[in-house]
Nanobody
Framework: QVQLVESGGGSVQPGGSLRLSCAAS????????IAWFRQAPGKEREGVSR??????????YYADSVKGRFTISRDNAKNTVYLQMNELKPEDTAVYYC?????????????????WGRGTTVTVSS
């Protein structure tokens, strides 16, 4: 049974950092796209970053709003994907979800992802 569990959310001041984790079970990360989405209050869910890896081949993508501040990475031994978030801004406040899709194809189209976690909340406020 495929399961994704997010953790690492919390409250932080502007300019601070957090690292989110997405622990996967029921499948191995190889050849899967793992994406991070976020949903702020009153807004639609949006793609933040995604990672695909198959053997030595890997690709990562970022939304323009987080480029240079967020970094996605994988630990295959732990079957976990991370999102390191630096220089956080109040507009980064949202519930962050990880999602999984088999293959390289998916962009940030939500319907492309078959599996979702339940989310972790990030609040950036002074």
């Amino acid at each position: 049974q495929v399961q994704l569990v997010e953790s690492g959310g919390g409250s932080v001041q502007p300019g601070g950092s957090l690292r989110l984790s997405c622990a996967a079970s029921g499948f191995t990360l190889n050849a899967w796209t793992i994406a991070w989405f976020r949903q702020a209050p009153g807004k639609e869910r949006e793609g933040v970053s995604r990672s695909y890896a198959r053997g030595p081949f890997d690709r990562t993508y970022y939304a323009d709003s987080v480029k240079g501040r967020f970094t996605i990475s994988r630990d295959n031994a732990k079957n976990t994907v991370y999102l390191q978030m630096n220089e956080l801004k109040p507009e980064d406040t949202a519930v962050y979800y990880c999602a999984a899709a088999l293959g390289l194809g998916p962009d940030f189209t939500r319907t492309s992802y078959a599996y979702w976690g339940r989310g972790t909340t990030v609040t950036v406020s002074s």
